[in-house]
């Protein structure tokens, strides 16, 4: 299983993939917002989207696992 990780604080502003979804590397998942900046979060490898850990709104912490893929 390989995670995707959030870069650093923010909120959640849009979920790009849906489970089941295939992603290729480099592929922007989930865009995060903070301090008025959209900061966009992409899968360092390929693979199908296990689960998602948050939805639009929601708060995270840098380092939290946004997405799981298998």
């Given at each position: 299983m390989k995670e995707i990780t959030a870069s650093m604080a923010g909120?959640?502003?849009q979920v790009l993939v849906s489970e089941g979804d295939?992603?290729?590397a480099g592929q922007t998942v989930?865009?995060?917002e903070s301090m008025?900046?959209?900061i966009?979060?992409?899968a360092a490898d390929a693979g199908t989207v296990e689960s998602i850990?948050?939805?639009s709104?929601?708060?995270v912490n840098e380092g939290d696992v946004l997405v799981t893929l298998k």
């Open positions: 909120t959640v502003w295939e992603v290729t989930i865009i995060l008025k900046m959209e966009p979060v992409d850990k948050f939805t709104g929601d708060f």
